[in-house]
């Protein structure tokens, strides 16, 4: 058994930032990761073009340089693993904690899937919501080929193509679809798309509807999928159109029962972990939360941009409570 002072769940920037500040400030840290390294970025969209420009994004004081003014998905993914190398931070990936228990002297055991149990006198939990993408509940969306995560555009060249939704996931996989020879219609149940989509694709994705390069359905839910169409409700009455594969891009939620799992007391509304907003600290002693997790299903109020930041507060607050100077 391997023991700590700080265990980290989640090698996402917020999981990493705190890494790196735990060992400015002189403490052994162990980051537990259940997929790959960055295992959440590297699932990003394969030509996905950052809002932020680099500095937005940089952790550890290691500056983040790029050959344009907004980083892509792969710039992002040797940014950070540039930045583990540069500050030796101890990633395990492929796994997955399984169970935080605080012992009667206050100690912390994680035991993980594969077998492993480590001890820490902290625990910091970032694991995101990537794993958890939300669903519409309808019939017919566990086929296999509905899907809630978007890729690349190459294997749907020629077919017919549904995505659902009106941010910028969606509005990014249709334009992307469209350019790469799909048949693409955009479903939102809106009345409008978002507001909040980059500034440069609102305008684009809302002229090749109105061209009907995609056909779009607002103000429309779906009602059901079947193996060959989809049904959707629409202000003119059902219709039910020729389907060959759907994407279900309506945002992402926190596993709140992992977080209940380890025992944290989560807001009845938002499902966001009852904590210190001085420290993260959750209604556990000692065991902290990081990251976009933090804001439970409210996910539109912490990115990389300011969860990058929790780091540095945790590792104040548990620096205090040790007796160490600032």
Sequence with gaps: MSSYDIAVVGSGPSGLATAIEAKKAGLSIVVLEKGSVLDYLRRFPVNLVWFSTPEMLEI??????TPTLRPTRVDTLNYYQRVIALHDIDVRPYDAVVSV?????????VKTANGALYRAHYVVVATGYFDHPNRLGVPG??????????????????????????????AEA??????????VTLVHRGVRLSEGIKYWVLPD?????????????LNSTVQAVTEDSVRIATPAGVREIRNHHVFILVG?????DQLKHFGIQLDGETLAPRLRPDSLETTVPGLFVAGSVVAGRETNKIFVENGRMHGALIVEAIRAREGQKP
Excluded: W
């Design 60 to 65: 550890g004081g290691v500056p983040f340089v």
């Design 101 to 109: 228990r605080r012992d009667p002297k206050g100690i912390f055991e």
């Design 141 to 170: 969306e566990d086929l296999p080929k509905v899907s809630h995560y978007y890729s690349e555009p190459y294997p749907f060249f020629q077919r017919d193509v549904l995505v659902v939704g009106g941010r910028n996931s969606a």
């Design 174 to 183: 249709a334009l992307d679809l469209y350019r790469h020879g799909a048949h």
């Design 205 to 217: 994705i809302e002229n090749r509807i109105k061209a009907g390069q995609v056909e779009g359905f």
């Design 252 to 256: 992402f939620r926190p596993d709140s």
